[in-house]
């Protein structure tokens, strides 16, 4: 018998050829949510009801409430991210459901994202393209957006992983910068030989660090890490850069430091809450730079997410391991 597949969006094409492979051979009975706008929660409940799998997004609250609708036929919550903080891991452990997810495949994609910020903001790229279609640009101006040097400057790591080491080896290597990082987890060996880092504390961090690049996992006790205090332990001519989740950085905090020059700028590929609306204040400052959430975006990723997100949620319902389980919540396959 067929095994219930419930998809909260349209994935990339790949991902969705896969899919629609395996209801053709009769593995699955596949139920994907159309609109580019999520479900509501009314919907969500409503659509999970007898699946045994989900394949979800993080846009999409997976709680005990949302299990317990789904039945206790369900087996697997196949998330298309890495992160998976909009899922209730304990509550899937509970109930015996395997939780999967993406790493590795995006790290590239993301450590290219930071990079760009870090440009944008230290060359005041939108802040001058914006003066030029203002029809403001008259003349060559010898102090006109001036911006920061790069070379030899100190890179601030928090949280250094995979991501983390990747974006580092980029902006070591291209500028000669210093690396310091803050991992209150484990030491990195392998920065510390390759690229010269040194593990320091987190107040070193923030009074060393010219570029302080936040790349930690989206905890109770990583949410609000930065806010008011900590941007005034920064340089004034520091930048602080943050592709991994919003809430981890307290937005009112950040607008007045780039707002009133606590710190040089900030460039955030996500923001508090998520999505900005277009009056929010964050959107309107010229050192602080915004991308909507895109640090994944390239064809090759989103593809390789994908078929990662396919094949947890598929090797589940045939009891095999999963290619990405979330470590909390292996438990016995529900065969």
Not at 45 to 60: F, H
Not at 108 to 123: F, K, N, Q
Not at 271 to 287: F, G, I, W
Request: charged content about 20%; hydrophobic content about 45%.
């Amino acid at each position: 018998m067929s095994k219930k597949v419930f998809v909260s969006r349209l994935l990339p094409p790949e991902a969705m050829a896969a899919l629609k492979d395996a209801a053709a051979r009769g593995e699955i009975q596949l139920d994907v949510w159309p609109e580019d706008m999520p479900p509501s929660r009314a919907v969500m409940l409503q659509k999970v009801r007898n699946c045994d799998g989900v394949i979800s997004l993080l846009t999409d609250r997976v709680d005990g409430p949302l299990l317990d609708a789904a039945g206790p036929q369900l087996k697997v919550v196949s998330n298309f991210a890495v992160g998976y903080n909009n899922i209730d891991t304990a509550a899937a452990k509970q109930r015996g459901i395997r939780v999967g997810h993406t790493p590795g495949v995006l790290d590239d994609a993301v450590a290219d994202i930071t990079v760009a910020l870090l440009l944008a903001v230290a060359r005041r790229v939108p802040e001058s393209f914006d003066f030029a279609k203002q029809g403001k640009w008259r003349t060559w101006m010898p102090m006109g957006h001036v911006g920061l040097d790069l070379k030899g400057k100190t890179l601030g790591i928090c949280g250094m992983g995979r991501i983390a080491f990747a974006v580092a080896e980029r902006i070591v290597r291209g500028w000669n910068m210093k690396l310091i990082y803050f991992d209150p987890h484990a030491a990195n060996a392998a920065a510390e030989k390759q690229l010269g880092a040194r593990r320091v504390d987190f107040d070193t961090l923030l009074a060393e660090a010219d570029i302080v690049s936040l790349h930690c996992a989206l905890t109770p006790q990583t949410t609000k890490l930065f806010g008011k205090k900590e941007f005034a332990k920064m340089k004034k001519t520091a930048i602080f850069l943050n592709t991994a989740r919003g809430p981890m950085h307290d937005q009112q905090a950040l607008i007045e430091a780039c707002h009133d020059g606590v710190i040089f700028g900030a460039g955030i590929d996500v923001t508090d809450p998520e999505p900005a609306k277009a009056d929010d204040p964050v959107l309107h400052l010229p050192n602080l730079v915004v991308t909507p959430h895109i640090a994944s975006a390239t064809i090759g990723t989103r593809n390789a997410m994908g078929m990662i997100a396919v094949r947890n949620c598929l090797n589940a319902l045939a009891g095999k391991p999963l290619q990405h389980e979330v470590p909390e919540t292996r438990v016995a396959a529900k065969l």
